[in-house]
């Protein structure tokens, strides 16, 4: 499996953590997308599959 789309979502909810810092982002939201984020990211990796192909069934 590629690194690319996990090192994808962790570098975006570190930025999100870093711009909530900063003030640029809403506390709610940052707290809200610690959530999401790994969620989405866990679904994505689950429909790909751990060789990277997708799970759609051939007719």
Do not use: N, W
């Not at 707290?31 to 990796?45: E, G, K, T």
């Not at 689950?46 to 060789?51: F, K, L, Y």
């Amino acid at each position: 499996m590629s690194l690319k789309t996990p090192l994808l979502f962790a570098s975006a909810i570190i930025a999100i953590a870093v711009l909530a810092i900063f003030d640029v982002i809403p506390e709610q939201f940052a707290r809200f997308s610690v959530i999401l984020l790994p969620a989405l990211a866990a679904i994505h990796i689950a429909r790909r599959g751990s060789c990277g192909c997708s799970t759609k069934m051939r007719a």
